[in-house]
């Protein structure tokens, strides 16, 4: 998969952690995002459906992925505090997906697990 998007993540570890979110969303790396999430993780798909608990949103990661990821383009990371946003586009299987993913951490603490994430894709 391509990687496009200059975003410098070096100085902060939250970053380089959503930046990782959003490589294992269009990997469908399944362990890697669940490892960032805490116990009672919520997963709100905008005009799909809400997700809670890391169980149902390990199924509904397998269910979501929808075949090949060719193309990851970051636009922006944006952190501050116990939160932060990512937006960019995927293109899987020919088809451009732009997404905005806003995570909300559990503590301000640099390593925090992830309490909930509001996403929004939009086919384009």
Known sequence: MEIEGDIVTKNSPKKGMLKNM?????????????????????????????????DDIQEALHALHDGKTTVLHLDHIITHGNVGSTNGHYIQ??????????????TFRKQAKIKKITSYFIYV
């Open 93 to 106: 299987n020919g088809k451009k997906i732009a997404f905005s993913n806003i995570f909300q951490f559990g």
């Open 22 to 54: 959003s490589i294992a969303l269009a990997e469908n790396d399944v362990a890697y995002f669940t490892e960032q999430l805490s116990n009672n993780a919520t997963w709100e798909i905008i005009g799909n459906r809400t997700i809670k608990g890391i």
